[in-house]
């Protein structure tokens, strides 16, 4: 079974740095992209970053590009862990941000099965 768990959100100010984690387990049969999403209070869910499984490719939401970094340590053929750095962040950038695993390269919620509890970003002006 894959389990996700996310981890580095936190209160940050405008401008700041910060990196999330997602540690992946269960990996077991095959190979899963991993996409992070982020959900802020009373919008939908959005895709932010993607990245396939090997690491050689990523994707961005336009709202993100530039400023955020998407990367992948796949020293473990089952347990992969999964970053999102995020620089020169700012106050939109606030939400709840979740990572999926799926088996298909794409910013589409629907073709992740697999998600994570979320980790808070709060990012203040």
């Known amino acids: 079974q894959v389990q996700l768990e996310e981890s580095g959100g936190r209160l940050v100010q405008a401008g700041d740095s910060l990196r999330l984690s997602c540690a992946a387990s269960g990996l077991t049969y095959g190979y899963y992209h991993i996409g992070w999403f982020r959900e802020a209070a009373g919008k939908a869910r959005e895709f932010v970053a993607g990245i396939t499984w090997s690491g050689s490719d990523a994707d961005y939401a336009d709202s993100v590009k530039g400023r955020f970094t998407i990367s992948r340590d796949n020293a473990e053929a089952t347990e992969n862990t999964v970053y999102l750095q995020m620089n020169s962040v700012k106050p939109e950038d606030t939400a709840v941000y979740y990572c999926?695993?799926?088996?298909?390269?794409?910013?589409?919620?629907?073709?992740?099965?697999?998600w994570g509890r979320g980790t808070r970003v709060a990012v203040s002006s």
């Open positions: 999926a695993a799926g088996r298909a390269r794409s910013i589409l919620q629907s073709t992740y099965p697999f």
